[in-house]
């Protein structure tokens, strides 16, 4: 039997498109919602989860940051998907002929130039890989749904436009998650480390925390924040460093972090995406 990865999303989603093309020997298994993607790799269902975490328009998705410390799983990878819209419709449409479209609604302003310039309409669906099954089991005259080209080929539509999104460099991130940590050998290639940890309740705590990476050199590529249980006073952040935790500039920089933390978890220890690996370099 196939090993099985878990997403959030339908069938023929961006995040499947993720699946396919970064782990294409496991078979997809779609899941409502981002906590039952991790609940099917936690309870044995799925080999792995794929989990957006970030999109280069729109910033971190929400809620995963709270979600992925208290999961029980590890980050072991990750990867990119450009985020390139298709319009489809049933068989035999012409692009003249749609009138309106279905979408996340997400996904609409990204396309908002294009639909405008051929008088099209949008309406919001609460997904775009599921708009394209409702529009491919009860076909619609003049109806059209913005979703991947990939969600067109699972459920039959012809394709009427492709890559009509205004921005070019629109890029979703993903991370692969599993049950049991695989940190790469130190010095095997580019790495990321990803972490979450509070800071102690003392004067400039963040300023000394951060001290440590740029008096190492290790290069800091994301740093977010976000309450813990609603409360102002208890605030949690999220980083992604380069490096390896045995590198010992990250070593110094994680040791100096400690003393200024009252809670440290690394969360995944992962090979870098060569493509999007910046070295170092600011």
Same mark, same amino acid.
């Given at each position: 039997?196939?090993? @099985? ?5 339908? +069938? ?10 970064? $782990?294409?020997?496991? %078979? ?13 790799? @936690?309870?044995? @269902? ?20 709270? +979600? ?13 998907? &450009?985020? =390139?819209?298709? $319009? ?5 449409? =012409?692009? !003249?002929?749609?009138? @309106?479209?279905?979408?996340? $609604? ?28 409702? $529009? ?13 080209? +990939? ?46 940890? &509070? ?42 460093? !380069? ?10 920089? +994680? !040791? ?5 933390? %009252? ?9 870098? %995406? ?9």
């Amino acid at each position: 039997m196939a090993p @099985r990865i878990a997403f959030q999303g339908d +069938l023929g989603s961006y995040s499947h498109q993720a699946c396919a093309a970064a $782990l294409p020997d496991h %078979d997809p298994l779609p899941c409502t919602t981002f906590e039952d993607a991790l609940a099917a790799v @936690r309870d044995r @269902r799925a080999d792995r989860g794929m989990i957006a975490i970030e999109n280069s328009t729109y910033g971190r998705v929400a809620d995963v940051h709270r +979600l992925l410390p208290d999961s029980g799983l590890h980050i072991v990878g990750e990867a990119f998907v &450009r985020v =390139r819209i298709a $319009l489809m419709a049933n068989e035999g449409s =012409r692009l !003249e002929d749609i009138r @309106r479209v279905r979408a996340h $609604l997400v996904l609409i302003p990204q396309a908002r130039a294009f639909l405008d310039a051929h008088g099209i309409a949008a309406e919001a669906a609460a997904d775009s890989a599921g708009a394209a099954a409702a $529009l491919a089991a009860a076909p619609q005259r003049g109806q059209g749904v913005l979703a991947s080209s +990939l969600a067109a080929r699972i459920h039959g539509l012809d394709v009427l436009a492709e890559g009509i999104e205004d921005m070019a460099h629109n890029t979703t991130r993903f991370i692969v998650m599993a049950r049991e940590p695989r940190a790469p050998a130190p010095g095997s290639g580019p790495v990321k480390t990803t972490f979450v940890f &509070r800071v102690r309740n003392i004067p400039a705590a963040l300023y000394k925390a951060m001290g440590g990476f740029a008096t190492n050199g290790v290069n800091m590529t994301k740093l977010e924040s976000y309450m813990v249980d609603g409360r102002f006073s208890a605030t949690q952040f999220y980083a992604d460093i !380069e490096g390896h935790p045995d590198d010992p500039p990250v070593a110094r920089a +994680l !040791e100096e972090l400690g003393y200024f933390t %009252d809670r440290l978890a690394v969360l995944g220890v992962y090979p870098a %995406d060569p493509e999007h690996f910046d070295g170092g370099h600011d």
